[in-house]
C-alpha cells in the first residue's frame, strides 16, 4: 500500500522525524485510506487483512517528485497515521528487520550499568531506538514493555521469540505488556500489565538504582512501573540535599527525589501527593535503605492546596522539587499549562528558603526548555535572588533524534 505526502510531511520524513500526521497525508484519497491496492499488490512483510488498511500494516511513503521516501506502519485509530522504520530501500520491512533494530538497541546499552548499583532502566526508547512506538523497561530480571499506539499490537506474537531470546541472554526471564488498550480494560484488581513470557511477574518488586533500593509497582504503577528518566535527577538531588534542614518534594508519587534527599543527608523530607498508596510504597522503600519514614512527613493531598497553606502557616524549605504530571498532553493545551506552571511556581516560590535550592521539572513535550524557563522568571518568582545552576534533559538510556524535537520532553532545572 502507498501513502503519499504533502510536500511538508515529505521534508519532515527527510530530515528523519519518524511520525507522519493524517493532514501530511496529500488529497485524502491515498490508497491507505481508500484501502485499495493494485491487482494482487501487497507490500512485504504487511498482514493479509482484506483489502482495508488496518493498524499494523505495512505502507510505503511517497511524493511528489519521489517515488519511495520510506515504510512504516499504518495506524487506523491515532492521530499518527504512519510511525516511520525505513528510510531506504531495505529488502522488507518484517518482524526480522524489526528484530534487528531491537538487537541494536539492547547492544548499545550492554555495559553500561555493569555490575548491581542500578537494575533498572530503558531497554528500548521507541523512537529515539528507531523502533517507534516501542518502549522496553528493565526491572532487574523482569522487562515491561509498553506500546504507544495501537499498530505494533499485531506484531507482539510475532515478536516475542526474538524479544524473548535477546533478553533472556542479558538475564531477564519474565515479559510483560502494558498497552493503552489494556491499560483501559485493566482487570478488577486495577491491574495494567499482561504476561507475556516466563515466570509471573510480582506484583511489586525492588530493583537498584545508583545504589538505592527503590520499590516498583509493576501491577499498578505509572508508565511502565516507574518513571526511570528521572535517575540521573534523583541522584543529583542527593549530592544536593547535603546538610539542608527541610526538603519538600511535590508530587512525590513513589517517594524517589524524598529517598534521594533523605540518604543525601536532609533532616526532614516532607513529601506530598494526592494519593496515599503512594507515600505507602515511599515508606517501603524507605525502609528497605535503612531509613526510618517517622522521622519523615508524608502528606496525602492537592499541591497547590499545601503550598496554599503552607505560606500561610509562614513554612520555609531550603530545597524544593516539583515534578508535576505533564500539564500539556496536547499542544491545544499549551497556553492552559504554561499558566498552571507559573502558578505553581509562584506558589513554590514564597515557601523557598532565601539561599536555598528550587529543583523544577517538566514532562511535557510541549512545552520547550524555553518556555519553560519563561515560568520561573523573575516576575514569577517575584523574587530577584535565584539564578539557573543547570538545565537537565532525560539520561543516554532515553535516546532521542535530531530530527525528532518531541523525543526532548523532559526539563530539570535547578536554581539556586
Known amino acids: 500500500?502507498?501513502?503519499?505526502?504533502?510536500?511538508?510531511?515529505?521534508?519532515?520524513?527527510?530530515?528523519?522525524?519518524?511520525?507522519?500526521?493524517?493532514?501530511?497525508?496529500?488529497?485524502?484519497?491515498?490508497?491507505?485510506?481508500?484501502?485499495?491496492?493494485?491487482?494482487?499488490?501487497?507490500?512485504?512483510?504487511?498482514?493479509?487483512?482484506?483489502?482495508?488498511?488496518?493498524?499494523?500494516?505495512?505502507?510505503?511513503?511517497?511524493?511528489?517528485?519521489?517515488?519511495?521516501?520510506?515504510?512504516?506502519l499504518w495506524d487506523a485509530e491515532s492521530a499518527i497515521a504512519v510511525?516511520?522504520?525505513?528510510?531506504?530501500?531495505?529488502?522488507?520491512?518484517?518482524?526480522?528487520?524489526?528484530?534487528?533494530?531491537?538487537?541494536?538497541?539492547?547492544?548499545?546499552?550492554?555495559?553500561?550499568?555493569?555490575?548491581?548499583?542500578?537494575?533498572?532502566?530503558?531497554?528500548?526508547?521507541?523512537?529515539?531506538?528507531?523502533?517507534?512506538?516501542?518502549?522496553?523497561?528493565?526491572?532487574?530480571?523482569?522487562?515491561?514493555?509498553r506500546l504507544d499506539g495501537g499498530m505494533l499490537a499485531p506484531w507482539i506474537d510475532r515478536l516475542l521469540p526474538h524479544l524473548a531470546r535477546a533478553l533472556g541472554a542479558r538475564g531477564v526471564r519474565s515479559i510483560g505488556l502494558r498497552a493503552r488498550a489494556l491499560a483501559a480494560g485493566a482487570d478488577a484488581e486495577g491491574k495494567k500489565l499482561a504476561h507475556l513470557h516466563g515466570p509471573p511477574l510480582p506484583d511489586?518488586?525492588?530493583?537498584?538504582?545508583?545504589?538505592?533500593?527503590?520499590?516498583?509497582?509493576?501491577?499498578?504503577?505509572?508508565?511502565?512501573?516507574?518513571?526511570?528518566?528521572?535517575?540521573?535527577n534523583r541522584a543529583r538531588v542527593r549530592a544536593l540535599a547535603a546538610g539542608r534542614r527541610r526538603v519538600l518534594n511535590l508530587f512525590s508519587y513513589a517517594g524517589g527525589f524524598s529517598v534521594a534527599a533523605a540518604l543525601g543527608g536532609a533532616v526532614r523530607v516532607t513529601s506530598v501527593d494526592s494519593a496515599s498508596a503512594a507515600?505507602?510504597?515511599?515508606?517501603?522503600?524507605?525502609?528497605?535503605?535503612?531509613?526510618?519514614?517517622?522521622?519523615?512527613?508524608?502528606?496525602?493531598?492537592?499541591?497547590?492546596?499545601?503550598?496554599?497553606?503552607?505560606?500561610a502557616r509562614g513554612d520555609r524549605y531550603d530545597l524544593i522539587i516539583s515534578d508535576p504530571p505533564s500539564f500539556a498532553p496536547s499542544e491545544r493545551a499549551k497556553p492552559r499549562a504554561l499558566g498552571a506552571y507559573r502558578r505553581l511556581h509562584t506558589a513554590v516560590a514564597r515557601v523557598l528558603e532565601r539561599g536555598g535550592?528550587?529543583?523544577?521539572?517538566s514532562c511535557s513535550s510541549h512545552i520547550t526548555a524555553e518556555d519553560f524557563l519563561a515560568t520561573l522568571d523573575d516576575a514569577t518568582l517575584e523574587r530577584d535572588d535565584?539564578?539557573?545552576?543547570?538545565?537537565?534533559?532525560?539520561?543516554?538510556?532515553?535516546?532521542?533524534l535530531p530530527a525528532w524535537w518531541e523525543g526532548r520532553y523532559l526539563k530539570f532545572v535547578v536554581l539556586e
Open 1 to 72: 500500500m502507498r501513502v503519499h505526502l504533502t510536500a511538508t510531511a515529505a521534508a519532515a520524513v527527510r530530515r528523519g522525524h519518524p511520525w507522519v500526521y493524517r493532514d501530511g497525508i496529500a488529497g485524502g484519497g491515498n490508497a491507505a485510506q481508500r484501502g485499495e491496492r493494485r491487482r494482487g499488490e501487497r507490500a512485504r512483510g504487511e498482514p493479509a487483512r482484506g483489502d482495508a488498511a488496518a493498524s499494523g500494516d505495512v505502507v510505503e511513503l511517497s511524493a511528489e517528485g519521489a517515488t519511495f521516501l520510506g515504510r512504516g
Open 83 to 145: 510511525r516511520v522504520f525505513q528510510r531506504t530501500q531495505a529488502p522488507q520491512l518484517d518482524e526480522r528487520a524489526l528484530a534487528e533494530r531491537l538487537e541494536r538497541a539492547f547492544a548499545l546499552r550492554d555495559g553500561w550499568f555493569a555490575g548491581r548499583d542500578t537494575t533498572a532502566y530503558r531497554l528500548c526508547n521507541g523512537e529515539g531506538d528507531r523502533v517507534p512506538s516501542l518502549v522496553i523497561d528493565r526491572y532487574d530480571r523482569a522487562a515491561v514493555v
Open 204 to 232: 511489586r518488586l525492588f530493583v537498584r538504582e545508583t545504589g538505592v533500593a527503590m520499590e516498583v509497582d509493576l501491577a499498578r504503577g505509572q508508565k511502565t512501573g516507574a518513571f526511570l528518566d528521572q535517575r540521573d
Open 279 to 311: 507515600h505507602a510504597s515511599a515508606q517501603r522503600t524507605f525502609r528497605e535503605n535503612g531509613v526510618d519514614p517517622a522521622a519523615h512527613e508524608f502528606v496525602t493531598a492537592d499541591a497547590f492546596d499545601f503550598l496554599e497553606k503552607a505560606h
Open 357 to 361: 535550592v528550587l529543583c523544577a521539572a
Open 386 to 400: 535565584l539564578r539557573v545552576r543547570a538545565i537537565h534533559g532525560q539520561p543516554e538510556d532515553h535516546p532521542t
